[in-house]
């Protein structure tokens, strides 16, 4: 009976230790069958097809910050997210606590496992910190590889900085990580650097923040593996081209809205260009809805991550407020974010 999304199914285990015919110590836990898998371009979870209709989720909460209030909070943020048409959540500079892939493994909850970054400002070429991360890095996929949720591992993001200042040194030490982690699990694909710089990936992601749906549709009309060439690929001259795996933008939207607009109009669209722009709820779902539309109707891509589930401390760009209210029609969203994929039809 394998996991899955829609049925998550769990097995009980019952662990004891039995000395002279007696129970001395037992302990009780749970597993899940499922295969996820790559075949050319295509994402699969137990054998069919998959559409990652992932949330970039940072753990953040406005009293803990890092530190959830409750057991009950982690579970919440997985079904809020759920409520808004996501399937899943790129877990992002932050590793979690077990519970949340406690309670992914029981909704049936797609996530990535990654590290927190440090390759846009650190020197790969500092043997002692490299050392320091690979064996944080190892801590964390041994503790969480036995969560059926868990489907792909990213040990760095948004490395440009490193591969710009000391090339040889990243690239060898993104190759050693990368073996380090298939060492310890062979069975999940890796993301090597979301975003960029790819050295050595399973998966092909780009971080797009564009906001002008005319310009996004343009940049990704050429994807396809049958001419690899002409993919769009951020920060080119440093990294490897993509050779046809699955292509995923692994974070886009980030539109920055606030309620505030109401009684104050001036804050409306403010902030970083980035993070976008609306004055209107309804004009900044409708602006959601045409990059998304475009990012679920193209045969080619297997993949988003929508920045962001909540607001994070200076970031306005959630899908719900930093104490986890409704900023948006979320109905509407889920009509938006879940709707089929070309790749599912």
């Not at 890095?137 to 949720?149: A, G």
Request: aromatic share 12%; with cysteine.
């Amino acid at each position: 009976h394998p996991w899955g999304l829609d049925d998550p199914y769990l097995y009980g285990l019952k662990l004891e230790l039995v000395d002279d015919s007696k129970v001395v110590d037992s302990v009780k836990s749970y597993a899940g069958l499922r295969k996820f898998h790559i075949e050319g371009n295509r994402c699969y979870l137990n054998n069919k097809p998959i559409f990652q209709r992932l949330v970039l989720d940072q753990g953040f909460y406005p009293n803990g910050i890092w530190t959830a209030p409750s057991d009950a909070a982690l579970k919440a943020d997985i079904e809020m997210s759920m409520a808004a048409g996501f399937n899943g959540a790129r877990l992002h500079q932050k590793v979690f606590e077990e519970r949340f892939h406690y309670w992914a493994d029981k909704l049936g909850y797609l996530t990535w496992g990654e590290f927190a970054d440090w390759g846009r400002v650190h020197s790969f070429g500092n043997p002692q910190g490299v050392l320091n991360l690979e064996r944080e890095w190892r801590d964390v996929v041994l503790r969480d590889r036995n969560h059926p949720s868990i489907v792909v591992w990213t040990p760095l993001n948004e490395t440009s900085g490193a591969a710009r200042n000391n090339y040889e040194a990243y690239s060898r030490s993104v190759k050693s990580i990368v073996a380090l982690t298939r060492a310890i699990d062979p069975t999940r694909p890796i993301n090597d650097a979301s975003g960029y710089v790819h050295v050595e990936t399973d998966i092909f992601t780009v971080h797009d923040y564009d906001q002008n749906p005319d310009t996004f549709r343009k940049r990704y009309a050429s994807v396809s593996p049958d001419s690899p060439e002409e993919a769009f690929v951020r920060v080119p001259e440093r990294s490897v081209p993509y050779k046809g795996q699955p292509y995923i933008v692994d974070e886009y939207g980030g539109t920055f809205w606030t309620k505030d607009y109401i009684n104050h109009p001036e804050k409306a669209g403010k902030g970083r260009s980035s993070w976008g722009y609306g004055k209107t709820r309804e004009q900044v779902e409708d602006r959601i809805k045409a990059l998304t539309d475009i990012l679920l109707n193209h045969p080619h891509i297997v993949g988003f991550t929508y920045t962001q589930l909540t607001d994070v401390e200076q970031e306005v760009n959630g899908v719900y407020t930093y104490d986890r209210k409704t900023k948006f029609d979320i109905k509407r969203l889920k009509s938006i974010f879940g709707a089929p994929a070309a790749i599912e039809k």
